[in-house]
């Protein structure tokens, strides 16, 4: 080998060493490059919104007790809006209240005569006609009676037909004076005998037409009929057919059910709302049974009482309701309500567009077609249905009546 391919060699080893570093330090370079990016991005990512001002918008700030809902989330959630106005407020009362019999169309049916029962045609419930036989009795009690007042009669016959000759015997002077008189006085005395005898079978519940049965056939009756003195239903029932019934025995109660009464207690302070119906010439009021929750009915009040019961310091109240169907039953409960004279020119809202959060009670007026601020306001009396404002609002302002209490929830939830 020559020198000259001794010196080329010894170049070429010493050039492959130097390519071989140079390839290291720049992967070297291109690592490093990369781990600075990443922590650029990672450094970008923690920065606060606040920081980035260069870059990013700021966020909208929101104004304090004003709610932005879109159109189309008012029509979702059902928000209605009404402006405030002036009417004629009046509230009410409800008192509780109690169904009882038409004491007017009430018959308590007893017997006037001792007697065992017979036959016994009438139940409870049922109803009867007028005259509707319900019972019979047998007495020997009325027997008795109608013996004495035939042999009554007989006397009083006798004695008329001697009066009579001797009145004839006076004229043809055949007897004195005193036999006369003393044939008058017999006539009398038995005259006496007949009308008591007459009084005491009216009083054992005998009509004209038995009377005039029993004079013309003498047949002596001892069953006594019970009838109905009116249309009704039978509410009461205290026989059995072969028991003996004494005359203070209640056997049946028959009562027209066709119109009860409502009668009710009032507190003394609430007496102006029943003077309040008088003074505004109307002797309605409303009338609402437990049985019956959904249902009001029409009552016409017939007594206010004059005086307090001073043990509860109450006024009865007492109200007549029709019942053609039979509906309403006597002990059931109910509630009167009535309500105070009519104040006029009185601001008021729904009872619903009313919101309350702690000490505050506040509204929702309408600012614009999306915007809706809370307005506190003052109330005053309510009805259950509108709400006096005494103050807060003016009338004509859009008020949010339905969908309110959405929006209370959506105000909370952006407090938090």
């Known amino acids: 080998m020559t ?48 920081e980035a001002v260069a870059v990013k918008t700021p966020a909208p700030t929101s104004t304090p ?34 169904l009882q019999p038409n004491e007017h169309a009430v018959a308590d049916i007893t017997t006037l005569v001792r007697g065992r029962v017979v036959d016994v045609y009438a139940d409870l419930g049922q109803q009867v006609e007028a005259n ?5 009795l047998y007495s020997s009690d009325l027997g008795l009676a109608q013996s004495a007042y035939l042999k009554s009669q007989a006397k009083l016959h006798v004695a008329e037909q001697a ?7 006076l004229q043809e002077q055949v007897i004195g004076e005193a036999e006369a008189q003393r044939r008058h006085a017999e006539l009398l005395s038995m005259q006496a005998e007949s009308h008591e005898a007459r009084d005491h079978l009216k009083l054992l519940g005998m009509s004209d037409g038995e009377f005039r049965r029993l004079n013309k056939s003498r047949d002596i009756r001892s069953h006594i009929p019970i009838v109905a003195p009116f249309a009704g239903r039978i509410i009461g029932r205290n026989l059995t057919r072969g028991e003996v019934v004494e005359t203070t025995e209640k056997l049946f109660v028959v009562a027209d059910l066709s119109e009860v009464w409502v009668r009710a207690n009032i507190p003394e302070k609430d007496i102006p709302f029943v003077h309040a119906i008088h003074a505004s010439g109307g002797r309605q009021a409303e009338v609402r049974v437990n049985a019956y929750p959904k249902e009001t009915f029409k009552a016409t009040i017939t ?22 169907e039979g509906r309403l039953k006597p002990e059931m409960f109910a ?29 929702f007026v309408q600012r614009a077609a999306t915007e809706y601020e809370i307005r506190e306001v003052q109330v005053g009396e309510s009805n259950g249905a509108q709400i006096t404002i005494l103050g807060g609002l003016t009338e004509g302002e859009p008020v949010v009546t339905q969908g309110a209490f959405i929006l209370k929830s959506e105000f909370l939830k952006k407090q938090v």
């Open 3 to 50: 020198q000259l391919q001794v010196r080329h060699l010894r170049m070429r080893q010493q050039t492959q060493p130097m390519t071989q570093d140079a390839k290291s330090r720049g992967s070297r370079h291109l690592a490093a490059a990369m781990l600075l990016g990443l922590v650029a991005i990672i450094a970008g990512c923690d920065r606060a919104p606040g």
């Open 65 to 98: 007790g004003l709610i932005t809902l879109s159109a189309e989330e008012s029509a979702r959630i059902g928000l209605v809006v009404q402006p405030t106005s002036r009417t004629d407020f009046r509230t009410h009362r409800d008192f509780p209240a109690i």
């Open 132 to 136: 509707a036989l319900l019972a019979i």
């Open 163 to 169: 009066y009579a000759r001797a009145k004839f015997l």
């Open 303 to 324: 007594y206010v009482g004059d005086v307090l019961d001073p043990a509860t310091r109450t006024m009865q109240l007492r109200l007549e309701l029709p019942n053609p």
């Open 335 to 363: 509630t009167i309500r009535l309500f105070s004279e009519s104040q006029p020119d009185r601001l008021a809202v729904p009872e619903a567009a009313l919101q309350r959060d702690q000490n505050r009670t506040f509204v």
